[in-house]
Every structure is written in C-alpha cells, then in structure tokens.
C-alpha cells in the first residue's frame, strides 16, 4: 500500500506536468565591450573637398576600421514593448531613416541631437546619439554583436508532452485504485506507479532536451573627440 505522502508527490509530479512545453534557458549573457577605438583620424578617409556650410558641423565617422553603413533615425514610433526578466522585446516598431555614409566618412551635420546607426551585418550594429554643436567631432564606434539563442529542437517539446501525459494518466490509475479498493488494486497500483515514473522521466528528459544555449550580447564602445586633432593625420 502506498502511503499518502507518496501518493501527494505523485500528484504533484502529474500537476507539473500540466505546463508541458516551457522551455528553461534562451535569453542573453552580456560579454566585455571591446577595447574602445583610439582618438586618430582612421585610415582611409577619404575628405570632403569644400569645408561645411555655414551653420553645420563636420563630423568625421568611423567603425573602427571596418566599412560600416551609417545612417540617421529621424523618427520612430513604437506601439508595443514587452520586458521579461533583462531582456525587451518592441513590437510594431517604425522609424524614418536616411542614408549617411560608408565608414569610413566625413559629414556635416545642423546643430541638436543626431540619432545615428552603425551596421556592417544581421548582427553587428548600434546605435550612437551625438550630440553637434559649433565644433566638428570625430565619432569613432568600435561595434559589438548580438547572437540570439540557437533554434530548439522539436524532440524536446513532443517529449515533454508524451511524457506529462504518461505521468498524468499514472497518477489517475493510482488514485483510482486508493479510492475503490478491491480486487485487482495491487495491479492498478503498479501500473500507475509505473506510467507516473515513467513519465516523469520522459518529461525531465524534454526539459533538458529542449534547453536553449543563451545568447550573446556585446555592447559597443565608442570614442568621441572634438576637431581638430592636434598632430592628427588619416
């Protein structure tokens, strides 16, 4: 005779069971920030042949050697932001963007606050905010990353629901047969222990089968210096 103490675990073990299909793991781990860039002008660059109109600032942009697409968010709009632990996710984003330049570049700019992007891929970008004044400036951006978790396999779910499933069926037996005692209980009872184990089992071994490896986010640096440079040259 089981024992109700057993039989409350048992119980419990089907209860968890009810959630099939959550998946532990995903998310992101945060990595160090690459070195930030140095203050010089970069390599390459290629200046404009006329200095900046009147009321403009030249900037002179760069991602750290590498050829970047720069461009300037105008305006954006978001209808939906959902946060879950540290990670946000926006839905229904809209932005209005021009083009700027490829890294590295000059260009002059009005004065208030200039909403920049940086990409050189899916997974390589940042946005920088700059702030022009009267002085031009030298933004040098040294650019991260962000990986997102790998897809999840379907072995995990599918056997994390035939397994609940199994565990709950058990636990069902097992009550039965604790609350009509009679002939054939000890068989009833076995069978049940047995699903509900069995179960169980297969279900721990969805759960770990379905575990997402978390992601990777690396902030970018940047450095920002105002024109000119004293002994500067590209």
């Known amino acids: 005779m089981i024992g109700m103490r057993h039989f409350s675990a048992l119980l419990l073990l089907s209860a968890m069971s009810s959630s099939i ?86 260009f002059d700019f009005e004065p208030g606050l200039h909403v920049l992007r940086f990409s050189v891929g899916p997974s390589r970008f940042d946005q920088v905010k700059v702030q022009v004044g009267g002085k031009g400036k030298l933004v040098r951006v040294a650019l991260g990353h962000v990986n997102p978790s790998s897809d999840v396999d379907a072995t995990g779910p599918i056997l994390q629901y035939l397994g609940g499933l199994t565990a709950t069926v058990g636990a069902s037996l097992l009550a039965a047969s604790l609350a009509d005692p009679g002939a054939g209980q000890d068989k009833y009872q076995s069978t049940g222990i047995a699903l509900t184990l069995g179960g169980g089992a297969g279900l ?18 940047v450095t920002e210096v105002s024109l000119p440079l004293e002994g500067a040259r590209p």
């Open 21 to 106: 299909g959550c998946i532990p793991g995903g998310g992101m781990t945060q990595v160090a920030a690459p070195v930030a860039p140095t203050a010089r002008l970069p390599d390459g660059l290629d200046p404009l042949p006329l200095p900046p109109a009147a009321g403009l600032s030249r900037f002179v942009l760069d991602a750290n050697g590498e050829r970047a697409t720069v461009t300037e968010v105008l305006d954006w709009s978001d209808s939906q932001t959902i946060a879950s632990g540290t990670s946000v996710w926006v839905r229904d984003h809209g932005e209005r963007s021009r083009p700027i330049c490829i890294t590295p570049c000059e």
């Open 204 to 221: 721990l071994a969805g759960i770990a089968l379905a575990y997402r490896k978390p992601g990777t986010f690396q902030p970018s640096t």
